[in-house]
């Protein structure tokens, strides 16, 4: 069996994030990329799930040049391989048109089974690419993991919501999505730093999906950015004195920013 696992280099949550003037796109160059941490708790997962039993890893990510150092992190984990697709036309794509990529690069992958993707990325926070990776593979998605066990042919995860926890079966192959409380993911050891040098990484363009430049970036985007504005800077609170009225004027703000 293998197991695609689906990475994404982001903008470091600690650096100012903002979008480019020419575009309107996220502008990645200026700032500090990294793995996007909830992406190693699926790498994590899927490494767990190999090392039960007989099955192979393979890493997959969309992204320039350097989503290079994002692979070689989750390789040196201990992912057996990867697939990179790199093309300048995929620049601006939106969350629909990336999961045709995405599903497009699944099916270069021989005896895929299992995919595993994190709930959401840390720049686009669409939440949804796994439902959608679902409907274009014709595979039951099952999202927001905090528990996955992969047993013969069905996989079962433990999902949390407000009323309680459920359990949700599916046979494979599946999506699944993970959340943050479903594993620590490990720290690459010396040796599998130096491991990840040597395995294999397959960059691959749209042409090699099958795709055309206009299914994918701005073009082929159902959903663009048409305006932005930089955050507002912070304003002092609004002080209350409590002369013995304070409670009536804490609700009477309350009431005023509709929070009751």
């Not at 998605?141 to 992969?150: I, W």
């Amino acid at each position: 069996m293998n197991i695609v696992v689906l990475i994404k280099q982001v903008p470091d949550t600690w650096s100012e994030r903002t979008l480019s003037d020419a575009d309107k796109t996220l502008d990645r160059a200026s700032t500090d990329a990294v793995l996007d941490e909830i992406n190693e708790r699926a790498v994590e997962e899927a490494l767990k799930i190999k090392e039960a039993g007989d099955a192979e890893v393979t890493v997959l990510t969309v992204g320039p040049d350097r989503a290079t150092d994002a692979i070689r992190k989750a390789l040196s984990m201990g992912a057996d391989k990867a697939v990179h697709v790199n093309d300048d036309a995929i620049h601006g794509s939106d969350a629909v048109a990336t999961a045709r990529v995405l599903a497009k690069a699944i099916g270069t992958v021989d005896d895929v089974q299992l995919v595993l993707a994190g709930n959401e990325a840390t720049d686009g926070r669409s939440g949804a690419m796994a439902g959608m990776l679902g409907e274009l593979l014709g595979w039951p998605s099952l999202t927001h993991a905090n528990e996955l066990s992969v047993d013969g042919g069905t996989a079962t995860i433990k999902r949390e919501t407000d009323e309680g926890t459920c359990d949700v079966t599916a046979s494979l192959p599946a999506v699944v999505s993970v959340g943050e409380k479903i594993n620590e993911p490990r720290y690459p050891s010396f040796k599998g730093i130096m491991a990840a040098k040597k395995k294999p990484v397959n960059a691959i363009g749209i042409a090699d999906l099958g795709l055309d430049a206009n299914e994918v970036g701005l073009a082929g985007s159902l959903t663009q950015v048409d305006s932005f504005a930089p955050r507002p800077p912070k304003s002092g609170g609004q002080k209350v004195e409590d002369e013995g009225d304070g409670g009536a004027k804490i609700a009477e703000f309350l009431v005023g920013q509709k929070l009751i």
